[in-house]
Structures are given as C-alpha cells and as structure tokens.
T-cell receptor, first 118, second 115 residues
Framework: EAQVTQNPRYLITVTGKKLTVTCSQN?????MSWYRQDPGLGLRQIYYSMNVEVTDKGDVPEGYKVSRKEKRNFPLILESPSPNQTSLYFC?????????????????FGSGTRLTVV | LAKTTQPISMDSYEGQEVNITCSHN???????ITWYQQFPSQGPRFIIQGYKTKVTNEVASLFIPADRKSSTLSLPRVSLSDTAVYYC????????????????FGTGTLLAVQP
C-alpha cells in the first residue's frame, strides 16, 4: 500500500531533550515536506526537500532541522525542544516529476505525530 | 503566493449537495487550485485539483470561472462521514512539487453534516 509512515504517533518529552520524528514513504517520491498544525493557525510548512540532499526552509523553520540522506526518509529533528513546539506534525510527499500523478493525487500525508513538550 | 479566503464553517444535512467557495483574487497564471479534506487527528487527503472550467472525479466536482478568482468545491449528496475540514490551496504546480509548489494551507472550512 502506498503510504507515508510517521513515528511515533504520540510523544511526550521534556524541554531540551533532543528528539527525532521519522518519516518514510514507499512511493519513490522526490518531494517531501514537514508541516505543523496548531489550533486556529492551520497547517504551516516547516521544511521541505525537493530530492536527496536538497532541503529548504518553509515558513516556520526555527528550532527544527531536517536531513534527506535517502529518498524514502525525511526525519524531523528537534535539537532542544521547547513547549511552543507542542503541536501536531505531519509529513507529506509527492512526485516532482510525474505531473499527471501530482494532478491526480497531490500530496500524500502521514497520519501525524502529536508532540507534547513539557 | 496567492492567498485564499474560505468560510470558517458550514452546516448541511445528509443527502444534500454542498458547495464550498474559495476566493483567490491574486491567483497567478501558473497557479492551480487544489482541495484537501482533513478529519480530526488525521493528515489531509487530496480531493481534487483544477486549473479552469470544471473538473470532476468520483468524489467531487470543482468549478472554476473564467477569471479564476474563485473556485467552488461541490460535494454531491453528503453523508455524516463527510464532516471534516476542507482546505482550498492555490499554487504553481507546473513543475510538480517543491519550491514551485509551496502550497499554503489556510484554516479551512469546517463542514458539519447533520442527520
């Protein structure tokens, strides 16, 4: 089944303790992206990657890092989490090169990771 | 990037047709219009995408007037399971995903379907 898999689904951590949220897709997509969702603010893009070893900042990159060493994986790293990073996080992927596929399927999103930083 | 404006919420009853309109006055020539559906605590799900006139798939129809400054998502005969938030996005997808397709999600429209 074509999907984007995020882990963990739920995470409670303490301020300053480094954590990584993993994201993996099995659709051979070039493009991957991270979003956070907060009440009243909708989804905001954190970082995105157009392909392996190519990443760029989204609208709210502060406090986050990403890496794209392999095509299928795009982990989100919080080096020193703070309570204002408590949020619902989504990973998404899409094809960069297959325009017809993107027209018909758009982004595929993961099921989300609910992070609480205390 | 074109900004979109949608109603915050809408109510409907089972079996009715629902039309959600999105305003995007600053849409650019290469921009496409895309709609996503999101259930609570789940990732958004792609519904439909179009550039102009009308697009229809097995789930919905998308109506885009000639000036493309607005679009309407039409859901035929909604059921309780269609209760969700619907997002209208505008972005340049001429090259697929990536920097040319930096889609911005607004706060969406909460559709509540009642029995």
């Amino acid at each position: 089944e074509a999907q984007v898999t995020q882990n963990p689904r739920y995470l409670i951590t303490v301020t300053g303790k480094k954590l990584t949220v993993t994201c993996s897709q099995n659709m051979n997509h070039e493009y991957m992206s991270w979003y956070r969702q907060d009440p009243g603010l909708g989804l905001r893009q954190i970082y995105y990657s157009m392909n392996v070893e190519v990443t760029d900042k989204g609208d709210v990159p502060e406090g986050y890092k990403v890496s794209r060493k392999e095509k299928r994986n795009f982990p989100l790293i919080l080096e020193s989490p703070s309570p204002n990073q408590t949020s619902l996080y989504f990973c998404a992927s899409s094809s960069n090169l297959d325009r017809a596929a993107f027209r018909d399927y758009g982004y595929t999103f993961g099921s989300g990771t609910r992070l609480t930083v205390v | 990037l074109a900004k979109t404006t949608q109603p915050i919420s809408m109510d409907s009853y089972e079996g009715q047709e629902v039309n959600i309109t999105c305003s995007h006055n600053n849409i650019a020539t290469n921009d496409y219009i895309t709609w996503y559906q999101q259930f609570p605590s789940q990732g958004p799900r792609f519904i439909i995408q179009g550039y102009k006139t009308k697009v229809t798939n097995e789930v919905a129809s998308l109506f885009i007037p000639a000036d493309r400054k607005s679009s309407t998502l039409s859901l035929p005969r909604v059921s309780l399971s269609d209760t969700a938030v619907y997002y209208c996005l505008v972005g340049d997808i001429s090259l697929g995903g990536g920097a040319t397709n930096k889609l911005i999600f607004g706060t969406g429209t909460l559709l509540a379907v009642q029995p």
